[in-house]
T-cell receptor, first 114, second 113 residues
Framework: GAGVSQSPRYKVTKRGQDVALRCDPI?????LYWYRQALGQGPEFLTY????????KSGLPNDRFSAERPEGSISTLTIQRTEQRDSAMYRC????????????FGPGTRLTVT | ELKVEQNPLFLSMQEGKNYTIYCNYS?????LYWYRQDPGKSLESLFV?????AVKQEGRLMASLDTKARLSTLHITAAVHDLSATYFC?????????????FGKGTKLTVNP
């Protein structure tokens, strides 16, 4: 079946521009997660949704980062006024529920801020 | 703050040999996950360990969890080249209201002929 999909796969933007990254989870998965992965490192948690409710946003670096999942399915991670330090791979994951379910990761969006 | 440490971070081994990757974590948890990542690819789930003493095996890989020692191991038996990848362990803390995973830095495994 279809896995987690993300778009765009690559995004190059100029410093100061806003970007929106999209995640389409596996159908029926109620939980959705955003992570950021630097080269040579493990993914770092950003935020987590259960259905449409944002349950944990403790990993968002600052208030330029926001995320939504208005209908409990597709999610958008928005970065306003991008900075070069925002350049990274942004990965989305989904799981069927909470409490010990594995998370299935998408292919990621490679963001480069010039 | 939960910390997850893996060692070694880099592992070069010969085909046919056995080796173990270690994952230590700093806070009580009984939920540990192992993932594999190939270069330029996403993360693929290998094992989910949900209780003390849990052991799971798939092919040449076997994972175990000791929650008292806060330690998981990933044992590689008779390594083959196809196992070359980066392996991550990750932990979450139940009953905190968050299901976030905290990852180790990863172990980059290279299996040489």
């Amino acid at each position: 079946g279809a896995g987690v999909s993300q778009s765009p796969r690559y995004k190059v933007t100029k410093r100061g521009q806003d970007v929106a990254l999209r995640c389409d989870p596996i159908s029926g998965h109620v939980s959705l997660y955003w992570y950021r992965q630097a080269l040579g490192q493990g993914p770092e948690f950003l935020t987590y949704f259960n259905y449409e409710a944002q349950q944990d946003k403790s990993g968002l670096p600052n208030d330029r980062f926001s995320a939504e999942r208005p209908e409990g399915s597709i999610s958008t991670l928005t970065i306003q006024r991008t900075e070069q330090r925002d350049s990274a791979m942004y990965r989305c994951a989904s799981s069927p529920g909470t409490g010990g379910y594995e998370q299935y990761f998408g292919p990621g969006t490679r963001l480069t801020v010039t | 703050e939960l910390k997850v440490e893996q060692n070694p971070l880099f592992l070069s081994m010969q085909e046919g040999k056995n080796y173990t990757i270690y994952c230590n974590y700093s806070t009580t948890s009984d939920r540990l996950y192992w993932y594999r990542q190939d270069p330029g690819k996403s993360l693929e789930s290998l094992f989910v360990l949900l209780s003390n003493g849990a052991v799971k095996q798939e092919g040449r890989l076997m994972a175990s969890l000791d929650t008292k020692a806060r330690l998981s191991t990933l044992h590689i038996t008779a390594a083959v080249h196809d196992l070359s990848a980066t392996y991550f362990c990750a932990v979450d803390i139940p009953k905190t209201g968050s299901e976030k995973l905290v990852f180790g830095k990863g172990t980059k495994l290279t299996v040489n002929p």
